[in-house]
T-cell receptor, first 113, second 113 residues
Framework: KAGVTQTPRYLIKTRGQQVTLSCSPI?????VSWYQQTPGQGLQFLFE???????NKGNFPGRFSGRQFSNSRSEMNVSTLELGDSALYLC????????????FGPGTRLTVT | GESVGLHLPTLSVQEGDNSIINCAYS??????FIWYKQESGKGPQFIID?????DKRQGQRVTVLLNKTVKHLSLQIAATQPGDSAVYFC????????????FGKGITLSVRP
């Protein structure tokens, strides 16, 4: 079974721009969660999508948004990028949900200059 | 999970020895716990999980111990190998449909040859 895939793997953007990251979950998994990982804050939960609906949300500003398609693939968008948005963005999929066993993708390394 | 600053605590062990990685969780209502391993340049990889109705669970070369009295979780790795060098995260959750995992900051395991 193929694992979670994320594209692109690396991205460099300028402050004020927007970015869209993509995640393809493991086949059969309906839950997709997004996390931001930084050295200072660790792994922080952004949001979870389950069957195309946002089911849970972390404490991030509205500049961070996402969506899920009928095939469970998910995208995450960050608008008006700030330097502090530089991080590794991880996607995780699960059969049951964000509170259960999840399988992570390799992440997208976003650098904002 | 434990809250540390910019630098993760490090555990250094000799190859072949047993490793014990500890984690203090924060919520006494948490009833599901999970350990992840993250190697450099990769996303976190599921190791083992445990429900609060258990105090011990074993996997291949790994054992998770749960002490609810003192809110302590540990991961034991038998016969530690160089490939075990990574950052290890514990995560906790209050079981439920809209729940999410809360991750600790992580502990670096370094295996000496």
């Amino acid at each position: 079974k193929a694992g979670v895939t994320q594209t692109p793997r690396y991205l460099i953007k300028t402050r004020g721009q927007q970015v869209t990251l993509s995640c393809s979950p493991i086949s059969g998994h309906r839950s997709v969660s997004w996390y931001q990982q930084t050295p200072g804050q660790g792994l922080q939960f952004l949001f979870e999508y389950f069957s195309e609906t946002q089911r849970n949300k972390g404490n991030f500003p509205g500049r961070f948004s996402g969506r899920q398609f009928s095939n469970s693939r998910s995208e995450m968008n960050v608008s008006t990028l700030e330097l502090g948005d530089s991080a590794l963005y991880l996607c995780a999929s699960s059969f049951s949900g964000a509170g259960y066993e999840q399988y992570f993708g390799p992440g997208t390394r976003l650098t904002v200059t | 999970g434990e809250s540390v600053g910019l630098h993760l605590p490090t555990l250094s062990v000799q190859e072949g020895d047993n490793s014990i990685i500890n984690c203090a969780y924060s919520n006494s209502a948490s009833d599901y716990f999970i350990w992840y391993k993250q190697e450099s340049g990769k996303g976190p990889q599921f190791i083992i999980d445990i429900r609060s109705n258990m105090d011990k669970r074993q996997g291949q070369r790994v054992t998770v111990l749960l002490n609810k009295t003192v809110k302590h979780l540990s991961l034991q790795i038998a016969a530690t190998q160089p490939g075990d060098s990574a950052v290890y995260f514990c995560a906790e959750n209050i079981y439920g449909a809209n729940s999410k995992l809360t991750f600790g900051k992580g502990i670096t395991l370094s295996v000496r040859p």
